[in-house]
T-cell receptor, first 117, second 114 residues
Framework: GAGVSQSPSNKVTEKGKDVELRCDPI?????LYWYRQSLGQGLEFLIY????????KSGLPSDRFSAERTGGSVSTLTIQRTQQEDSAVYLC???????????????FGPGTRLTVL | AQKVTQAQTEISVVEKEDVTLDCVYE???????LFWYKQPPSGELVFLIR??????QNEISGRYSWNFQKSTSSFNFTITASQVVDSAVYFC???????????FGAGTRLTVKP
């Protein structure tokens, strides 16, 4: 399809294990965002990528969280030594980010539901 | 720093009723952008509207309308003649000029009963 895709849709892991979540942005979108949505909560910004620029990591909650974006397209969010409080839905979004915030809009993927036992 | 408050956690209405979802925001920027997203039970966030801070015109799209008032820092969303398919969580969000951190409200869960 033409939208943002994420995999896996669901991930169950044991406390202490590492997990990798994948995001495929909309083709042609240069900006990519990761958010976390805990149960019954709003979205919490994690990290932002724009083209080849250094990512904005200001939202990452701890050094156990990292993300990379290879080739300016697919992104992987990695959580090391997972904790139970990491359980949430992780949402990815992409936007054109053509340098004009007045018209740029983020489009979201279906999310990955992470459960840490 | 920007902040978005959606005071209504849950709203329940009967089909065909009108319903207004409130959104109040805080920002120090004079240029900013407001959004509403819908999150149906499937979980995927659906973009509904974007409004720029310098455009206070109200917007109507079918049964949906938005009332942006800078004087009260509010960006409320009204659904007219609600339908069961409108049942979802609705999020209001704020993005400041060239700020990558789009701040979301906690969301309002709307249930429309037949």
């Amino acid at each position: 399809g033409a939208g943002v895709s994420q995999s896996p849709s669901n991930k169950v892991t044991e406390k202490g294990k590492d997990v990798e979540l994948r995001c495929d942005p909309i083709s042609g979108h240069t900006a990519l965002y990761w958010y976390r949505q805990s149960l019954g909560q709003g979205l919490e910004f994690l990290i932002y990528f724009q083209g080849n620029s250094a990512p904005d990591k200001s939202g990452l909650p701890s050094d156990r969280f990292s993300a990379e974006r290879t080739g300016g397209s697919v992104s992987t969010l990695t959580i090391q030594r997972t904790q139970q409080e990491d359980s949430a839905v992780y949402l990815c979004a992409s936007s054109l980010d053509m340098g004009n915030p007045s018209t740029d809009t983020q489009y979201f993927g279906p999310g990955t539901r992470l459960t840490v036992l | 720093a920007q902040k978005v408050t959606q005071a209504q956690t849950e709203i329940s209405v009967v089909e065909k009723e009108d319903v207004t979802l409130d959104c109040v925001y805080e920002t120090r920027d004079t240029t900013y952008y407001l959004f509403w997203y819908k999150q149906p039970p499937s979980g995927e966030l659906v973009f509904l509207i974007r409004r720029n801070s310098f455009d206070e015109q109200n917007e109507i799209s079918g049964r949906y309308s938005w009332n942006f008032q800078k004087s009260t820092s509010s960006f409320n969303f009204t659904i007219t003649a609600s339908q069961v398919v409108d049942s979802a969580v609705y999020f209001c969000a704020l993005s400041e000029w060239y700020n990558n951190d789009m701040r979301f409200g906690a969301g309002t869960r709307l249930t429309v009963k037949p």
